[in-house]
């Protein structure tokens, strides 16, 4: 008999406040983060948003020596993993530690680390020849993706299968899905699961520039980020963490947890045809939401809500549009759609989890969040996207889809686990 595998603690570090009530909250009044960036001068660069996470980790509980020893990006996924542990109610102590796993996806790593580090032990890109005596002792951590997943497991005292998923914009969904199968499959029985990402960095801001991805709409950072509007010209990039406990059900309902969603489908696909470049018909993405359709066991008409990737690029909205329409049929039209990005930014690797987050709490509340700064929609993308503010609507699933460079196109299907039953 298959493992069905849920959620049962969530943990958000997102732009603005962290913490899983400051992020709802954020999200229902339609608020956004985005601001001009402070880590840095961005007078040099085309884009000069972003969407910032206030964090300061000493309050939250990383000792001096963590701080030192990890970059923010893991900084991140440590504090939101133990949100997250500490609201699934499980007492990791008490379990076997070989039956608990990791999986941490991110995009970029530990870019700003490096890139504070470079610029330490280059003294501001001065000397050819580096000097490593200036580095962090522990730099080999920045240039490694999988101590995050260390970090983690770490934190959890996880001891069984532990892995990083990089695979882009997508990576954040992947995670999850990855960990799923890890329960489904029997390597283990709780996975502590997400994604991080901290890329507000020089270099990183630079190479979205030279492929002019994000917005040069630096004069009105708090509406900058637009999703499905005809002015959107590009997304705002922003940071963040979310991790979540799973663990298969009937263990959940026997330890009388609270059981937020089911992760009862997932597939990816690629469409090998650009790195950053989408055809227009959404065909790949659309097969992936089919594929996790089939493993959830509905049909189109089951969709409650959509959670889109949404980034605010023409293209991908586009994109996105159509394969909504591909693979939901006329149900797509009745279907609300929303981007969490017009108030969060996005965060490349951790937005998928972010999503996630968003849509377990958009069906523990019944309540779809906005897509903000939506004012004028394209006329290419006529679906219900949920302008400027939050609607209550009965929310049994959810799809959650992520779009990245190099052709990756995942889906997730978050359900009710007794939505059969009702």
């Known amino acids: 008999m298959t493992r069905r595998v849920v959620i049962t603690g969530v943990g958000v570090t997102a732009?603005?406040?962290?913490?899983?009530?400051?992020?709802?909250?954020?999200?229902?009044?339609?608020?956004?983060?985005?601001?001009?960036?402070?880590?840095?001068?961005?007078?040099?660069?085309?884009?000069q948003v972003a969407a910032?996470?206030?964090?300061?980790?000493?309050?939250?509980?990383?000792?001096?020596?963590?701080?030192?020893?990890?970059?923010?990006?893991?900084?991140?996924?440590?504090?939101?993993?133990?949100?997250?542990?500490?609201?699934?109610?499980?007492?990791?102590?008490?379990?076997?530690?070989?039956?608990?796993?990791?999986?941490?996806?991110s995009a970029v790593g530990a870019t700003m680390g490096l890139d504070q580090e470079y610029r330490t032990v280059s003294d501001g890109g001065r000397l050819e020849l580096v000097d490593h005596n200036y580095a962090v002792p522990?730099?080999?951590?920045?240039?490694?993706?999988?101590?995050?997943?260390?970090?983690?497991?770490?934190?959890?005292?996880a001891e069984g299968p532990s892995t990083v998923v990089s695979t882009g914009c997508t990576s954040g969904l992947d995670a999850i899905g990855y960990a799923a199968d890890v329960i489904r499959e029997g390597s283990a029985d709780v996975m502590v699961a997400g994604a991080t990402d901290a890329p507000?960095?020089?270099?990183?801001?630079?190479?979205?520039?030279?492929?002019?991805?994000?917005?040069?709409?630096?004069?009105?950072?708090?509406?900058?980020?637009?999703?499905?509007?005809?002015?959107?010209?590009?997304?705002?990039?922003?940071?963040?963490?979310?991790?979540?406990?799973?663990?298969?059900?009937?263990?959940?309902?026997q330890r009388g947890a609270?059981?937020?969603?089911?992760?009862?489908?997932?597939?990816?696909?690629?469409?090998?045809?650009?790195?950053?470049?989408?055809?227009?018909?959404?065909?790949?993405?659309?097969?992936?939401?089919?594929?996790?359709?089939?493993?959830?066991?509905?049909?189109?008409?089951?969709?409650?809500?959509?959670?889109?990737?949404?980034?605010?690029?023409k293209q991908n909205d586009r994109h996105e549009t159509a394969?909504?329409?591909?693979?939901?049929?006329?149900?797509?039209?009745?279907?609300?759609?929303?981007?969490?990005?017009?108030?969060?930014?996005?965060s490349l690797g951790a937005i998928g989890s972010i999503e996630v987050a968003a849509s377990v709490l958009a069906m523990q509340h019944d309540v779809v969040p906005p897509t903000a700064n939506l004012h004028n929609p394209d006329p290419e993308c006529d679906l219900d996207y949920v302008p400027l503010v939050a609607r209550d609507w009965k929310t049994d699933a959810v799809l959650s889809v992520g779009s990245g460079f190099g052709g990756f196109q995942s889906a997730v299907v978050l359900a009710n686990p007794d939505r059969s039953a009702r």
């Open 200 to 253: 507000i960095s020089p270099i990183t801001v630079a190479c979205f520039d030279a492929i002019k991805a994000t917005t040069p709409r630096n004069d009105d950072p708090e509406h900058a980020s637009r999703p499905f509007d005809a002015s959107r010209n590009g997304f705002v990039m922003g940071e963040g963490a979310a991790v979540f406990v799973l663990e298969e059900l009937e263990s959940a309902r």
């Open 258 to 313: 609270k059981v937020y969603a089911e992760v009862a489908g997932y597939a990816t696909r690629s469409n090998a045809f650009h790195m950053t470049g989408l055809r227009p018909d959404g065909k790949e993405m659309a097969e992936a939401i089919r594929v996790a359709l089939a493993e959830a066991r509905l049909n189109p008409e089951d969709i409650d809500y959509i959670n889109a990737h949404g980034s605010g690029t």
């Open 138 to 157: 522990h730099l080999y951590n920045y240039m490694v993706p999988s101590s995050f997943a260390t970090e983690v497991a770490w934190a959890s005292g």
């Open 15 to 47: 732009p603005g406040s962290p913490g899983v009530k400051n992020f709802w909250d954020l999200l229902t009044a339609g608020r956004t983060a985005t601001r001009r960036i402070s880590f840095f001068d961005p007078s040099p660069f085309r884009s």
């Open 52 to 105: 910032e996470v206030d964090f300061d980790a000493e309050l939250h509980g990383l000792s001096p020596q963590e701080i030192r020893r990890m970059d923010r990006a893991a900084q991140f996924a440590v504090v939101t993993a133990r949100e997250a542990i500490a609201d699934s109610g499980l007492e990791f102590e008490a379990l076997d530690p070989s039956r608990i796993g990791v999986t941490i996806g």
């Open 323 to 346: 394969a909504f329409k591909r693979s939901l049929g006329e149900h797509a039209y009745r279907t609300p759609v929303s981007s969490i990005k017009s108030m969060v930014g996005h």
